[in-house]
């Protein structure tokens, strides 16, 4: 079963890194594979180039079994709708069960995604949740919810796609804007992302 973290990772920092490394453990996910868009379809550009954000994130996952960049959004011109890379998933792996990844906050705001019934036709939908933190999904979402939800992560290994689980994550108050916010502002991002990518970032004169 893979699971599948799209992202703009302008920069990578740890709170990716967590949730994934915990979301691999948790779920026995054979893989988490980190997929950069090249065009997010709900902000504008990300400030490093496609290939500075490949770095870093090559940087990030060094040595960590399971831990999979797959660079398909950047190869594709327009926009990086999450549909289309899984359908494209879809194609290449067959039958696989495939577990798209998204914060409560993203989940909750499904129905404003490109095509977004048809994501649950394609994998399943892995809520990470912060316990403290109840979320509140659209009418339309709570509707796709019905009848889907799982509580036992176990089940999602044995269909390929259609299932919706909640499952509680450390999430770390850790974000890019934050890691670019800190840079400009003249200050040390140490901590809040890998070191390796912080020295990447200073090599390339990133986010100043
Ligand atoms: P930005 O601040 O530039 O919007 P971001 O830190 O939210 O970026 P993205 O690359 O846009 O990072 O996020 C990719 C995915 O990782 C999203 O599903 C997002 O919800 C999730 N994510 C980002 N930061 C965290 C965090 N600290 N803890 C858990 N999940 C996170």
Redesign the pocket.
């Known amino acids: 079963m893979i699971g599948i ?6 920069p ?5 890194l ?2 994934a490394l915990e979301l691999l453990q948790d779920l026995s996910l054979d893989e988490v594979r980190f997929i950069p868009c090249r065009n ?1 379809p709900h ?1 504008g550009e990300a400030v490093a180039s496609p290939r500075q954000r490949l770095a870093m994130l090559e940087r990030a996952i060094a040595g960590q079994r399971g831990f999979v960049i797959d660079d398909r959004e950047l190869a594709r011109p327009g926009l990086s709708y999450m549909v289309d890379t899984l359908e494209s998933l879809r194609n290449s792996g067959g039958g696989t069960p495939l577990c798209m ?3 409560r ?2 989940f909750d705001r499904l129905d404003t995604w490109h095509r977004w019934r048809h994501l649950i036709e394609l994998a399943h939908i892995v809520v ?1 949740e912060r316990p403290d933190v109840p979320g509140q999904p659209s009418p339309a979402v709570a509707e796709l919810l019905e009848g889907r939800r799982v509580d036992d992560p176990m089940a999602l290994h044995g269909r390929d796609a259609g299932s919706v689980l909640t499952w509680p ?1 450390t ?10 916010e800190v840079i400009a502002a003249g200050r040390s991002p140490r901590y809040l992302v890998p070191d390796t990518v912080w020295s990447y970032i200073q090599k390339e004169s990133l986010y100043r």
């Open positions: 973290l799209g992202g703009t990772f302008d990578v920092h740890h709170g990716h967590r949730i997010p902000r990844i998204v914060g906050d993203a990470a994550v999430r770390l108050s850790i974000s890019a804007t934050l890691v670019r």
